[in-house]
Nanobody, 114 residues
Framework: VQLVESGGGLVQVGGSLRLSCAAS????????MSWYRQAPRKVRDLVAT????????YYVDSVKGRFTISRDNAKNTVYLQMNSLKPEDTAVYYC????????WGQGTQVTVSS
């Protein structure tokens, strides 16, 4: 099983990034997928979730209207489009597969500079 995040980087306040998480080794289309983030010295928090079919999504209040989670089951990939980025969005972002077992990626750093 592998979850490989990409797309992180350094961006200025108000900018955008698109994170990707490529999955392999399990039946991607049967798993809900989530994005979490962990800022320095803080716990890992849920950011957004999407159901296995993509028909349902959930966002934490702090990112509603700015972030969009989506998935492409044909490509075994989940995305997180992040717009209007703020310094408080700085964190390592992780994807997580939620199903009969849970799997985590290794994370990708997002830094928003002011």
């Amino acid at each position: 099983v592998q979850l490989v995040e990409s797309g992180g980087g350094l961006v200025q306040v108000g900018g955008s990034l698109r994170l990707s998480c490529a999955a392999s080794g399990f039946t991607f289309s049967s798993y809900g997928m989530s994005w979490y983030r962990q800022a320095p010295r803080k716990v890992r928090d849920l950011v957004a979730t999407i159901t296995a079919t993509g028909g349902g999504t959930y966002y934490v209040d702090s990112v509603k209207g700015r972030f969009t989670i989506s998935r492409d089951n044909a490509k075994n990939t989940v995305y997180l489009q992040m717009n209007s980025l703020k310094p408080e969005d700085t964190a390592v972002y992780y994807c997580k597969a939620v199903g009969t077992s849970d799997y985590w990626g290794q994370g990708t750093q997002v830094t928003v500079s002011s």
